[in-house]
T-cell receptor, first 114, second 112 residues
Framework: QKEVEQNSGPLSVPEGAIASLNCTYS??????FFWYRQYSGKSPELIMS????GDKEDGRFTAQLNKASQYVSLLIRDSQPSDSATYLC??????????????FGQGTILTVHP | DAGITQSPRHKVTETGTPVTLRCHQT?????MYWYRQDPGHGLRLIHY???????DKGEVSDGYSVSRSKTEDFLLTLESATSSQTSVYFC???????????FGPGTRLTVL
């Protein structure tokens, strides 16, 4: 069974600090990796997508992918109270008959305190 | 925001009754998905569609059926609702199997 594991939370960081969220996956055929943010009572919204090894930066967010170690992470720099949410790691093995099915981690609750 | 709506947004029903949830998209995307989200289990795939009349089962499909008669609509039916199907249901769409999935606003279903 394909599994996605996220670092256990909740994670609490002070405003302005770097928040580090981690995710490991079991399926070596995985090709697409996503980080979603979900506020309480809302639907998941995409933060970052990454498809190849290395770093991808978008504003305060950096996603890092290491396929050899089956590891993907999300760094949030200069954390703000508005970043307080649940962060979901999702993985899909595209190609063949996977049809883009996502496997989600359990989520990590992040709290940024002033 | 991706043009995805779900209806109803909230529903309370009784055990044993049939329930149909609707997902409607205006993006002309090929792929559509139904997930449920429960505390302690995260988001789990119920069924998905890769084209009109092309559907398949996901991880937790027992007790659910789906239909997709046109590109824009994907229906999820609980044939005989049980209390274990109390959950928040999300629809998602994608234009390509590798691409981002965009989620609808969700439907909160309570089965008494």
């Amino acid at each position: 069974q394909k599994e996605v594991e996220q670092n256990s939370g909740p994670l609490s960081v002070p405003e302005g600090a770097i928040a580090s969220l981690n995710c490991t996956y079991s399926d070596r055929g995985s090709q697409s990796f996503f980080w979603y943010r979900q506020y309480s009572g809302k639907s998941p919204e995409l933060i970052m997508s990454i498809y190849s090894n290395g770093d991808k930066e978008d504003g305060r967010f950096t996603a890092q992918l290491n396929k050899a170690s089956q590891y993907v992470s999300l760094l949030i720099r200069d954390s703000q109270p508005s970043d307080s949410a649940t962060y979901l790691c999702a993985v899909t093995s595209a190609g063949g008959t996977s049809y883009g099915k996502l496997t989600f981690g359990q989520g990590t609750i992040l709290t940024v305190h002033p | 925001d991706a043009g995805i709506t779900q209806s109803p947004r909230h529903k309370v029903t009784e055990t044993g009754t049939p329930v149909t949830l609707r997902c409607h998209q205006t993006e002309n995307h090929r792929y559509m998905y139904w997930y449920r989200q429960d505390p302690g289990h995260g988001l789990r795939l119920i069924h998905y569609s890769y084209g009109v009349k092309d559907t398949d089962k996901g991880e937790v499909s027992d007790g659910y059926s789906v239909s997709r008669s046109k590109t824009e609509d994907f229906l999820l039916t609980l044939e005989s609702a049980t209390s274990s199907q109390t959950s928040v249901y999300f629809c998602a769409i994608s234009g390509d199997a590798r691409d981002t999935q965009y989620f609808g606003p969700g439907t909160r279903l309570t089965v008494l």
